[in-house]
């Protein structure tokens, strides 16, 4: 794991220097504290800064081709790399490492920028070719690893993290506005956009081109609903599943320094550590995270029942209301990206406490969007059902349901009233929101009228809808998971797994998002993934031998914080300091008395978090990346 940085002037005399890569490099130095290197050619600069896993001693970046012509700076693990070092050198390429990294550099040479389609892995990555004057810049598919870029008039910058970019005094730092109302609508920031006008994401599964003067973008990769495995029966679904996971977690286990598990004690990451300590002959380290007091669930003694039954070396820490606080300055900074992500706050913890004895971390991540573990998917279709059978009544029906939600304070039951009478498509944004959601629902009278006047143009439906249309075709589970795979999984979840890991200098591997697992299960029936209340059969059956009952049949929590209970208890002044403060109501997007009443309610009864959570993680971005620069 490392981060990338580069510069690409278009006008071929105006070179890139030593100090404006190396300034790029300054503010991402925690991604890869074991070394940095700079490669400049003419109008192109490539930095790297790395965190070594694979070849430590030999593997230093960037990386060259014999006759130096091609340079290449890379950002995570292509698990396939010895089949494919074998497959080329057979085809007359000399390697000089035994870094994964040396074969992008060689797959280049043989395939071109299709190379991509080759590697089996999470990477980001930048090729020079300096002899085609070519810069090729590639995202692997799902978006596990991050990679932001800024297309200026004359220049192209690019970087794992976008304060990178912001070093270099061309970059503006105009606001998208449009961004800020998806925020609120989405809690995350979906597909292209950052807050920074300028700055955009490459999207996963995409490549960059830039050559002569023109960048062009393609997609590369895209997951697909197929009817391959249609008459599969749940026991030979869960074969299949277990010999790919067996292959998949092995190919995760390869390093050269010490690998642990992250232990949620669910499903999914016992899943993945029975599989890891199947696959070394080393002692596996778990490590989990909990709370003491408040109602919520504890992971830590599920965790700690797994941990016995794989026999780990177990660690696990408790953080504090004073912890959660203190930290949210340095969460936005590491984030980057304004997300309503309060277990992040938890993982930072826990990672810090794994990197004092490994430097790769395994976790469940995915699962539940590869194989529908979420409790909102057969929820959705139970009101699918319903508004069917209701007709032309789903509606009135709905909307009586929702303002009887209102009126008790039920917000699940205000919810889905307020979705009942809408199909899927137009009501159903990602698993976290959709129309019903109080930024949306509230607009109107939330927002100030300039702030609603300049983003007009960016409603959420607006956004979801063309991913809708991709899989009309497809079952009503399958349009949810697609969307939650494309928007909420490498906008939300997977940023916060890679900044948060890599703020402590720690690798964190999600097996269960190689694309070979997300294409297993989206050729799966659906009853095979739901079926009635029942979400995920096909991998709590692979292990339903293998894991502890307690562990197959409890309900999903996945590191809960009890954020609610200290913003509403513990730090309800700072809070309203904050959102309240001169600076940010100047920003002029929302209505003070509105933010006032907001506040009121929330602190009452805490029913308004994650909303209140989203105000002040907005505030303190402005603070960290537009009012502080303003001072540099």
């Not at 309503?340 to 991540?365: F, T």
């Not at 129309?435 to 960016?458: E, G």
């Not at 989206?522 to 095979?528: F, T």
Request: glycine share 8%; with cysteine.
């Amino acid at each position: 794991m490392c981060g990338i940085v580069g510069k690409l002037n278009f006008e071929s005399e105006k070179t890139v220097s030593r100090d404006e890569i190396g300034a790029m490099l300054g503010p991402i130095l925690h991604r890869g504290p074991d070394g940095q290197g700079i490669h400049l050619d003419g109008p192109a600069g490539l930095g790297h800064c790395r965190l070594s896993i694979i070849d430590l001693s030999t593997g230093d970046q960037p990386m060259t081709n014999e006759d130096k012509t091609i340079w290449v700076v890379f950002n995570g693990e292509i698990y396939n790399f010895e089949t494919l070092r074998d497959q080329l050198v057979a085809r007359g390429h000399v390697f000089h490492s035994r870094s994964d990294t040396e074969v992008i550099v060689h797959a280049y040479e043989e395939f071109g920028p299709e190379c991509v389609n080759k590697f089996k892995g999470m990477f980001a990555f930048a090729l020079w070719d300096a002899s085609r004057r070519r810069l090729l810049v590639a995202r692997d598919r799902v978006g596990i690893k991050p990679l932001y870029y800024a297309h200026l008039r004359d220049t192209l910058l690019f970087a794992s993290e976008f304060k990178a970019i912001m070093t270099d005094s061309s970059a503006p730092r105009d606001i998208d506005h449009g961004a800020i109302r998806q925020f609120t609508s989405f809690n995350y920031i979906p597909g292209e956009k950052t807050l920074f006008r300028h700055v955009r994401k490459l999207l996963p599964g995409h490549y960059l081109v830039a050559e002569n003067g023109k960048v062009t973008i393609r997609r590369y990769w895209d997951l697909e609903f197929t009817d391959a495995r249609a008459a599969i029966s749940l026991e030979e679904a869960t074969e299949e599943l277990r010999a790919l996971l067996a292959d998949t977690v092995r190919s995760h286990m390869i390093a050269d320094v010490p690998v642990g598990v992250l232990l949620s004690g669910g499903v999914d990451s016992s899943a993945v550590l029975s599989f890891a300590v199947e696959g070394t002959r080393k002692k596996v380290s778990t490590f989990t995270v909990g709370f003491d007091g408040g109602q919520v669930v504890d992971e830590r003694p599920y965790a700690r029942l797994t941990a016995r039954r794989f026999g780990t070396e177990h660690h696990d820490i408790s953080i504090t209301p004073r912890d959660f606080w203190d930290f949210l300055p340095t969460y936005v900074r590491h984030m980057e990206e304004p997300v309503c992500e309060p277990p992040a706050v938890a993982l930072y913890y826990v990672s810090r406490l794994a990197r004092d004895h490994v430097k790769v971390l395994l976790s469940g991540e995915g699962g539940d969007e590869a194989f529908a573990g979420y409790p909102n998917y057969p929820g959705m279709l139970r009101l699918e059902r319903w508004r069917s059978r209701l007709g032309v009544l789903a509606r009135p029906v709905g909307e009586a349901a929702a303002l009887a939600g209102r009126l008790i304070g039920d917000g699940r039951v205000e919810k889905y009233g307020a979705a009942l009478g809408r199909p899927l498509s137009s009501q159903y944004f990602s698993r976290t929101s959709g129309p019903a959601s109080f930024f949306n629902r509230n607009a109107a009278r939330f927002c100030s009228p300039d702030f609603l006047a300049r983003t007009a143009a960016d409603a959420p439906e607006d956004f979801v809808r063309p991913l809708f249309a991709k899989v009309s075709d497809q079952s009503l589970l399958n349009q949810m998971l697609f969307l939650d795979t494309m928007t909420w999984l490498p906008d939300d979840l997977l940023v916060k797994a890679d900044k948060i890991t890599m703020a402590n200098s720690l690798e964190l591997r999600v097996p269960l998002l190689d694309h070979t697992v997300l294409e297993f299960a989206a050729s799966l029936p659906d009853e095979v993934k739901v079926k009635g209340r029942e979400t995920k059969r096909v991998l709590k059956s692979a292990f339903a031998k293998v894991l502890p009952e307690e562990i197959l049949r409890r309900r999903k929590a996945g590191f809960p914080v009890p954020y609610e209970q200290w913003l509403c208890r513990d730090f309800k002044a700072q809070l309203a300091e904050i959102v309240l403060s001169p600076g940010a109501l100047s920003r002029g997007y929302f209505r003070r008395q509105e933010v006032e009443n907001l506040l009121r309610v929330n602190a009452s009864s805490g029913r308004y978090a994650k909303e209140v959570f989203s105000l002040l993680v907005l505030e303190l971005w402005h603070r960290q990346f537009l009012d502080s620069a303003a001072h540099e």
